[in-house]
C-alpha cells in the first residue's frame, strides 16, 4: 500500500506539471463548429494569410497594400475607417517617420471614456511577414468584432479600433495617435494584442502608472476562460528594455491598457519564418479567448472608474482563474509564516522528532543541490555556447531546440537532487531535511518585499509546505499522496516559471531554471523524501538528460525547417572612395563565405559608424570589393543666418535612390541651441545617446517611404562648426542591377534585427561648402 502511494503521488505530480504546461490555453480543433457570436479562428486565419503574404514594413509596397486590405476589412464590418498621417519623432529613440495610422469608431450611446482595441499593421523590417506580430494581433480584432457586431450588442462606450503604423520603429504611430489624435483625449483604457514568438500561451500584462487593484478586479469580472498572468511577468516586464504601443499610452497619456503576448516561439520572432507554417493556431485562439469577452465588458463598463490608488499580487491558478490579494498583505503574510515556521521548529525540537544536528545536516544536501545545479546551469550553457558557436548567430537568445536545452538542464537538477538527498536523508531525519528548503524560501520571500514585490506571491505554496512540515511531524509515515496534494499549489505556480525564464529572457537563463527547480524540490520534500529509491531515481534522471543531451547535438545543424540567420550589406565610403562587403556573421556559411572569402578582415579596422541593432551587434568581417555605381544624396541649404549669437541653419537633404533609411550624424563637439527634422522640434533637454538600451551617435534615425527627404533646422553658437555624416540604406541588394548575388541556400534565411541585404552609402559633407538654393533648383 505503501508502494501504491508513493507510485501515485509521482503520478499526481507528473499530471499537475503536464497539466500546468497544457492546460492553461484553449486547443484549436479543426472543423469544429462556431457559432456566428463567437470567436473563430477558422475564420480568423483567412484574413491573416493576406496580411501575411509578406514583409509590410513601414515604406514598402505591401505595406500599402495591407493597410488597404485593413480599411477594406473594416468597411466590411459597416465601420468607417479614417487615416491619420504625419510626421512623429522620438527623442528617446531618436526615429523620425511618417506613421499612417487606421482608426475607426463604434459610437457608444452614453458619454463614457472610450475603449480602444489596439494592434500595429506594420511588420519588422526586412523580412518578416509579420504573421504572429503583429498579423495576430490584428486579425484577433477583427473577428471579435464581427463576433461582437453579430451579438447584436450595442456598446454603452465609445468603441476605438485603431491600428497604428511604425510600431517596430520606435512606437512612433501610438506616439502620434496619443500626442496628436482628437480622439485621445477621451480614451478610458487600451486593449491591446502583441506577440514576440509564434506560439505559447498568451500573457496578460498592465501598463498603468497607477496602482492595479481596479484594473484586476475588472480584468476578474470580465472572466475571460483561460487567464494567464501574474504580478511578477509586470515586475520583470519592466526591467526590460521591450516596450509596446501600450508603453506610449501609459507615459503620453497616462492611459491604462491591458497587452496581451504570446512569446513562444522566441527564435522565429522578427525573422522570415514569422509565417502561417509556423505559427501555433492554439495561441491565436488563446488571443480571442481574451478579447471577445473584454470587449463585452469593457463597452459598457465605467471607463473612468480603473484608476486606484492601491496595487494588488496577483496569479493565475486553476479553477479560480485569478487570485489577488493588497500590497499591504505581503508583510504580514511573510511574517505569519516565519511564526508559524518558529513555532511548528519548536514544536518538532519538544516533541523530539526534530534534532538539532538533524536540521544542520539536512543543509547539505540542499545546498550541494543548490550550489552544484546552479554553476551546472551557468557554466553548463557557457561550455554549450563554445561546443555549438552557431548558436549565437540566432540573436534572439533561444535556439531551435532551446526547449529541449530546458528539459536537459531541468532534468540534471533533479538527477542532483535525488542523488545528494540518497546520501544524506535517513529514516529518522526525513522531516529535518524539509527545515533548510522552508529556510531558504522565506529568505527569498524577505528579498522578494525589497526587490520584487510582483513576486510576493510565492509565500502561498510555503503555508502549504508548512502544512505538510507540521504533518511529518504528527506522523512516522504521512501518506505520500495526501502530501502530493499539498504540493499542488507549488506545482501549478512555479514549474511554468522553470520554463518561462529561458523562453522569455533567453537560454542564459536556464541558470535560474536549475536554481528554481532545486527550490521547487525542496517544497516537494515531504513527498520525496519518504521515496525509498532515489538513486535509482536520480540514475533515472541522469539517463533522461542523457537522452536530451543526444537530443540536442542530433538537432544543434541548421537546416531548411531550421534555418541559419546570414547577413551581408554593401557598404560605400565616398569619402573615401573605398567599398566593402560586411556581415553581422561570427560563423560564416557557404553563402557569405562566396562573396567574403574564406579569410575576411575585421570589420571593426575597416569601419566606423555603424546602424542600430536591437541587440547591439556590430560588423563583424569585413571584404574589399569594387565601388558600384550607387548615387548618393544631394543637399539643398535653404538658409543659413547670424541672429545675435547663433547661426540659424535650414537644409534639406535628397536621395537620388530608393531610400529606405537615413541616419544623419555630427561631429560630437556640438551643441545646438535648436534642432527640428521636418517640423518636428527636438527637446534637447530629454535626448540622450540611449537608443534602446545601445549607444547611438546618431542624431536622427529617419525610416523614409518613397520620395521622402529629410528638412533640418538648427541653431548653434556662431564661431561653432559642424560637420554632418549620412548614411543611406536601401534594402534592395538582392534584386539591384548592380549585383548578381546568387540566392541564399535553402538552410539560410536573412538575419533579423539587424540591417541586411541592403546597400548603404556613407558620405560626409560640411553646411561651409553649400550654396543657399531651394531644393527645386
Request: aromatic fraction near 14%; glycine fraction near 6%.
Amino acid at each position: 500500500m505503501k508502494n501504491l502511494y508513493a507510485i501515485l503521488s509521482f503520478v499526481v505530480i507528473s499530471m499537475v506539471c503536464l497539466y500546468s504546461f497544457y492546460g492553461v490555453m484553449p486547443r484549436y480543433k479543426e472543423d469544429k463548429p462556431v457559432y456566428a457570436t463567437e470567436f473563430s479562428v477558422d475564420r480568423a486565419v483567412v484574413p491573416l494569410a493576406e496580411i501575411g503574404e509578406k514583409p509590410h514594413y513601414l515604406g514598402s509596397e505591401a505595406h500599402t497594400e495591407v493597410r488597404k486590405f485593413l480599411i477594406s476589412e473594416l468597411r466590411k464590418l459597416g465601420l468607417e475607417p479614417h487615416i491619420q498621417e504625419g510626421f512623429s519623432f522620438n527623442p528617446n529613440a531618436k526615429t523620425l517617420n511618417k506613421p499612417i495610422n487606421i482608426a475607426a469608431k463604434i459610437p457608444g450611446s452614453e458619454d463614457g471614456k472610450a475603449l480602444v482595441l489596439l494592434s500595429h499593421y506594420d511588420s519588422a523590417a526586412i523580412h518578416s511577414p509579420g504573421v504572429s506580430d503583429d498579423g495576430v494581433g490584428l486579425v484577433s480584432i477583427l473577428e471579435s468584432l464581427r463576433a461582437y457586431l453579430a451579438s447584436g450588442a450595442k456598446p454603452k462606450n465609445d468603441v476605438i479600433i485603431l491600428f497604428t503604423d511604425a510600431e517596430e520603429i520606435g512606437l512612433d504611430g501610438a506616439k502620434l495617435f496619443v500626442d496628436e489624435h482628437p480622439w485621445a483625449k477621451d480614451v478610458g483604457l487600451v486593449l491591446n494584442f502583441e506577440a514576440r514568438g509564434t506560439k505559447g500561451p498568451s500573457n496578460m500584462i498592465l501598463e498603468t502608472n497607477q496602482g492595479n487593484a481596479r484594473l484586476i478586479k475588472a480584468f476578474k469580472e470580465a472572466n475571460p476562460k483561460f487567464p494567464v498572468t501574474s504580478s511578477l511577468m509586470y515586475s520583470v516586464y519592466k526591467l526590460l528594455p521591450n516596450d509596446t504601443d501600450s508603453t506610449v499610452f501609459r507615459e503620453d497619456g497616462d492611459i491604462d491598457s491591458y497587452f496581451f503576448a504570446f512569446i513562444d516561439g522566441h527564435y522565429n520572432y522578427h525573422s522570415a519564418n514569422d509565417n502561417m507554417q509556423n505559427l501555433d493556431w492554439d495561441s491565436l485562439a488563446h488571443q480571442g479567448s481574451y478579447l471577445l469577452p473584454l470587449l463585452h465588458y469593457f463597452a459598457d463598463a465605467d471607463l473612468s472608474a480603473l484608476k486606484s490608488d492601491r496595487d494588488h499580487v496577483y496569479f493565475n491558478f486553476p479553477m479560480v482563474k485569478i487570485i489577488d490579494y493588497p500590497f499591504n498583505w505581503i508583510l504580514p503574510m511573510l511574517f505569519f509564516a516565519i511564526l508559524a515556521f518558529g513555532a511548528i521548529l519548536i514544536y518538532g525540537l519538544r516533541k523530539r522528532v526534530l534534532q538539532v544536528k538533524s536540521i544542520f545536516l539536512g543543509f547539505i544536501p540542499f545546498l550541494l543541490s543548490l550550489i552544484v545545479s546552479g554553476l551546472t546551469g551557468f557554466l553548463g550553457w557557457k561550455l554549450t555556447l563554445k561546443i555549438y558557436p552557431h548558436y549565437s548567430e540566432i540573436q534572439q537568445g533561444f535556439t531551435y531546440n532551446g526547449h529541449a536545452y530546458i528539459a536537459l538542464f531541468v532534468s540534471l537538477a533533479i538527477a542532483i537532487c535525488f542523488g545528494f538527498y540518497h546520501r544524506y536523508s535517513k529514516i529518522k531525519n526525513r522531516v529535518s531535511l524539509m527545515v533548510a528548503p522552508l529556510f531558504f524560501w522565506l529568505l527569498l520571500n524577505v528579498v522578494v518585499i525589497f526587490a520584487l514585490k510582483g513576486a510576493a506571491y510565492f509565500i502561498i505554496p510555503v503555508f502549504f509546505a508548512l502544512i505538510s512540515f507540521y504533518l511529518m511531524l504528527q506522523s512516522k509515515q504521512p501518506n505520500p499522496f495526501l502530501l502530493s496534494i499539498l504540493a499542488i499549489p507549488a506545482l501549478f505556480i512555479f514549474a511554468p516559471l522553470i520554463q518561462y525564464f529561458p523562453v522569455g529572457l533567453g537560454l542564459k537563463m536556464l541558470v535560474l531554471s536549475s536554481v528554481f527547480t532545486v527550490l521547487l524540490f525542496g517544497l516537494l520534500l515531504p513527498v520525496f523524501s519518504y521515496y525509498k529509491r532515489k538513486q535509482v531515481l536520480s540514475i533515472a534522471f541522469t539517463g533522461l538528460t542523457l537522452f536530451f543531451i543526444v537530443q540536442t547535438h542530433s538537432t544543434n545543424k541548421f537546416s531548411p525547417e531550421r534555418q541559419k540567420p546570414n547577413s551581408l550589406l554593401y557598404y560605400a565610403d565616398v569619402d573615401e572612395g573605398k567599398a566593402y562587403w560586411l556581415t553581422y556573421d561570427n560563423t560564416l556559411d557557404d553563402w557569405t563565405k562566396s562573396i567574403l572569402g574564406e579569410n575576411p578582415k575585421q570589420a571593426s579596422d575597416l569601419i566606423g559608424t555603424q546602424p542600430y541593432s536591437k541587440y547591439g551587434r556590430a560588423f563583424t568581417y569585413a571584404a574589399d570589393t569594387e565601388h558600384k555605381n550607387i548615387p548618393s544624396f544631394e543637399v539643398a541649404l535653404s538658409s543659413d543666418t547670424i541672429v545675435g549669437k547663433n547661426r540659424e541653419v535650414a537644409f534639406t537633404i535628397i536621395p537620388n535612390r530608393s531610400v529606405n533609411r537615413l541616419e544623419l550624424h555630427s561631429n560630437n563637439s556640438q551643441d545646438f541651441k535648436a534642432l527640428a527634422f521636418n517640423g518636428k522640434e527636438v527637446d534637447l533637454s530629454s535626448t540622450t545617446d540611449s537608443y534602446r538600451g545601445t549607444k547611438n551617435t546618431a542624431l536622427v534615425n529617419y525610416h523614409m517611404s518613397k520620395g521622402d527627404s529629410l528638412h533640418v533646422v538648427y541653431s548653434i553658437g556662431k564661431e561653432e562648426e559642424v560637420h554632418f555624416q549620412v548614411m543611406e540604406y536601401s534594402y534592395d541588394l538582392m534584386e539591384h542591377p548592380e549585383f548578381q548575388l546568387e540566392e541564399r541556400p535553402d538552410y539560410t534565411m536573412p538575419k533579423p534585427f539587424v540591417v541586411t541585404d541592403a546597400i548603404s552609402v556613407k558620405r560626409s559633407f560640411s553646411v561651409d561648402s553649400l550654396m543657399i538654393h531651394s531644393p527645386s533648383e
